[in-house]
């Protein structure tokens, strides 16, 4: 059994920790010493260790399990502490710059890293909510491109394939960074836009109103908007162009739909609605019939 080493002990990476249970000897480091803790007592690791440098000799393949800035700065530091011949990958959303970082910090030292990025989470945070079906057939983003090794993304395919992932294999950073601008980061922008558009009201009496009007319907649109607004100010500003882009379609989409109301063309509407309705079933079908 390989040792996979886990740097991050959060939902992702307690997460992914639990789903490789009884695949691989797990081990984990966290800045915390309580979340350490947390996270041999919730099972997701099989031992901790104090620093990055314990878990960096043991270990054959490493994630890192920690926001994007997080992920550079951490290359740059331990860079020197990695074993030459290690795989490592990430969970980040965004792989330009971690890209650009391994490049720089690790590539020199023959540590082959491998970007990728599951398609998974929830609104909360820390190893408390992390649970073993997080990655229960998501889809994970595997960069295969660039010079990558290919013993090493075979490595970590199957790794995201032991949690219960689908790897998906894309050639490059900018590639992923513009689809996932279009399929995730702007759906937090907009989830975010419809609380405050909604429960944002002028006085307490009104908000009180709104707060009665809104059930199910509202509770499903806008449950990310509940997602850490540090780390999405990060990964928007560092990802604002290809953002900028995927929200110029979205507004394209939402005045097309106004623009049918103000002049009355019901019509037109109810044909875009049906539309929206048949591309979410397609999705689901996609979602559901995979091995």
């Known amino acids: 059994m390989q040792t996979i080493g886990i740097i991050g002990l959060g939902l992702l990476g307690g997460s992914l920790g639990m789903a490789l249970k009884g695949t691989c000897r797990r081990i984990g480091w966290g800045r915390r010493e309580d979340n350490r803790a947390a996270a041999l007592e919730l099972d997701a690791v099989d031992e901790v260790c104090a620093l990055p440098a314990e878990l960096l000799k043991k270990a054959d393949l ?47 030292r023959n540590i082959r890293f491998v970007g990728s990025h599951p398609m998974a989470g929830t609104e909360k945070r820390g190893v408390g909510a992390a649970f073993p079906t997080l990655y229960d057939n998501a889809d994970v983003f595997v960069l295969d491109g660039g010079g990558a090794d290919p013993e090493a993304v075979q490595a970590v395919a199957a790794m995201w394939r032991s949690a219960g992932g689908h790897p998906k294999f894309l050639a490059d950073a900018k590639t992923h960074d513009a689809l996932v601008a279009r399929t995730s980061h702007v759906l937090h922008i907009v989830a975010s836009a419809l609380t405050s558009g909604i429960l ?23 449950r990310i908007a509940g997602s850490n607004p540090v780390m999405w100010r990060e990964i928007t500003e560092k990802n604002a162009s290809a953002i900028l882009k995927a929200m110029d379609e979205f507004e394209a989409c939402y005045f097309n739909l106004r623009r049918l109301i103000e002049t009355g063309d019901f019509d037109a509407f109810e044909k875009e609605f049906e539309r929206g309705r048949e591309l979410r079933e397609k999705w689901l079908a996609y979602k559901n019939n995979r091995s």
Request: charged share 25%; proline share 4%; hydrophobic share 45%.
């Open 62 to 108: 490493v994630v890192l399990a920690i926001p994007v800035q997080a992920t550079i700065d951490f290359m740059a530091e331990h860079a020197a502490e990695f074993p030459a011949e290690t795989v490592v990958t990430d969970v980040g959303s965004l792989k330009g710059e971690i890209c650009a970082a391994a490049e720089k910090f690790l590539a020199p």
């Open 200 to 222: 944002g009201a002028e006085t307490s009496e009104e908000q009180l109103k709104r707060f009665a009007g809104c059930a199910t319907g509202f509770r499903d649109s806008c």
